[in-house]
């Protein structure tokens, strides 16, 4: 986990586009899809809701009466930026799974 290659032909992708795009990828070598691996994804919303958590708990003890909406944006921002930057610095990229068509099977039989 972590090397942010492409698994087709190892080329390194650029960490910004990594984060910007994480569910649009193409690589630019070889113009694979790719998208950032269900780990990935599930280790970054953890650590994002561990540091929400800690921004509440933070705000509740240094301003005990303060109103409950800077707890609220505390921990908005707390899990918005800890998840980033964990897929910033540390994400692993897969094959994005070909869609199924959108359309109703029934319609046309």
Not at 4 to 13: G, I, Y
Not at 42 to 54: D, E, S, T
Not at 71 to 93: I, K, N, P, Q
Request: charged letters at 15%; hydrophobic letters at 55%; a positive charge.
């Amino acid at each position: 986990m972590g090397n942010r290659t492409c698994p087709l032909c190892f080329v390194k992708l650029p960490q910004a586009s990594v984060v910007a795009r994480s569910d649009e990828l193409v690589c630019p070598s070889c113009h694979s899809a790719l998208e950032v691996s269900r780990h990935s994804r599930v280790v970054a919303a953890l650590l994002g809701v561990v540091a929400a958590y800690a921004a509440v708990a933070g705000a509740l003890v240094e301003m005990p009466r303060a109103a409950w909406v800077l707890a609220v944006v505390a921990a908005v921002l707390a899990y918005g930026v800890v998840s980033a930057l964990f897929l910033y610095f540390v994400s692993d990229l897969v094959i994005r799974p070909s869609q199924p068509e959108k359309t109703f099977p029934q319609i046309h039989g």
